[in-house]
């Protein structure tokens, strides 16, 4: 039978997104009518869409030998796990590596805003240098010191799995905050021998903005693909705003209000979720079918 569990970390985070869920609803004012000729996605993107998920959600949880609960069950099931790096130093987050035979895939999940700690490093919106070989691309100060906590470890980790399983995939997925993150980690990985963009991917769900208009056309130019899901009027994918001269990319990946999966190929193209003039944070815990963080406070 299943029980829940909270504990004081597990109550912050729920405060977290209460004042959320008070102080950043917005109208945007430029919101144009939903347009319904945007370019519907396939089947089997969808079916990978509902599939790394699935595999983000674990990482809001204490993964041991792929043992966390329901996020570690169902499709998920059979996972290896090979290294879960918790509450990594300085910023606190939450990161595991992992392979699926099943999918022929090596994972790297990473987890969102879960804690008073990641909600502070989401507030570092000051934007910074990204790298000498981008002129003028910057992104988010709080990200970008969260993922350098791990950097060198994950990625070397990863591109050691990919030598050995060359005829495996590699999938960075994340939630959140941790969408950003994961982009990051596919952006370090693009080069590496055996990885081009027929086996190098990146999901993510309710990715907030990560960088500044230099850095979004970075990733748009790198020639990989990078499904960046938006559910509904969720408000993440939206902030920091851009008048802090931030920017998302494209293509939007967007679950519309009849939960139907179309694509707008431009970056902040006003017929998908900025069709939407209520932004809410109500829509940013559930993608499809997976529930974000309260997913691992439930126990057998």
Not at 27 to 51: C, G, H, M, W, Y
Not at 148 to 164: G, R
Request: hydrophobic share 35%; charged share 20%; proline share 5%.
């Amino acid at each position: 039978m299943a029980t829940l569990y909270f504990t004081f970390s597990s109550i912050g985070k729920y405060l977290v997104l209460a004042l959320l869920a008070i102080t950043i609803m917005i109208i945007t004012s430029d919101a144009s009518p939903i347009n319904r000729r945007q370019e519907p996605s396939s089947a089997s993107d969808v079916r990978e869409f509902k599939l790394w998920a699935k595999f983000a959600s674990a990482a809001y949880c204490d993964v041991t030998d792929w043992n966390c609960g329901v996020a570690c069950e169902g499709d998920t099931a059979g996972t290896r796990l090979i290294k879960f790096f918790r509450h990594s130093a300085k910023r606190d987050n939450n990161v595991y590596v992992a392979i699926n035979d099943k999918e022929k895939a090596i994972i790297v999940a990473y987890r969102g805003t879960s804690d008073e700690q990641s909600f502070l490093q989401d507030l570092e919106v000051v934007l910074t240098p990204y790298s000498p070989s981008v002129p003028k691309a910057e992104v988010h100060f709080g990200f970008f010191s969260t993922y350098n906590d791990t950097k060198q470890e994950v990625t070397t980790l990863v591109k050691q799995l990919a030598k050995k399983h060359p005829t495996y995939k590699v999938i960075s997925t994340g939630h959140s905050l941790g969408g950003s993150l994961a982009v990051l980690q596919t952006l370090d990985l693009i080069g590496t021998p055996g990885l081009n963009p027929s086996n190098l991917f990146t999901y993510t769900y309710g990715e907030p903005r990560t960088g500044n208009k230099e850095f979004a056309q970075f990733i748009m130019n790198s020639g990989h693909k990078f499904f960046r899901i938006v559910n509904k009027n969720d408000i993440i994918p939206h902030l920091p705003f851009r008048s802090l001269n931030y920017l998302q990319y494209g293509p939007e990946f967007w679950i519309d209000p009849e939960n139907e999966v179309v694509v707008c190929q431009d970056a902040e193209d006003k017929k998908c979720s900025d069709s939407l003039p209520f932004k809410s944070i109500i829509s940013h815990a559930k993608y499809f079918d997976t529930t974000f963080l309260l997913t691992c406070l439930l126990k057998k």
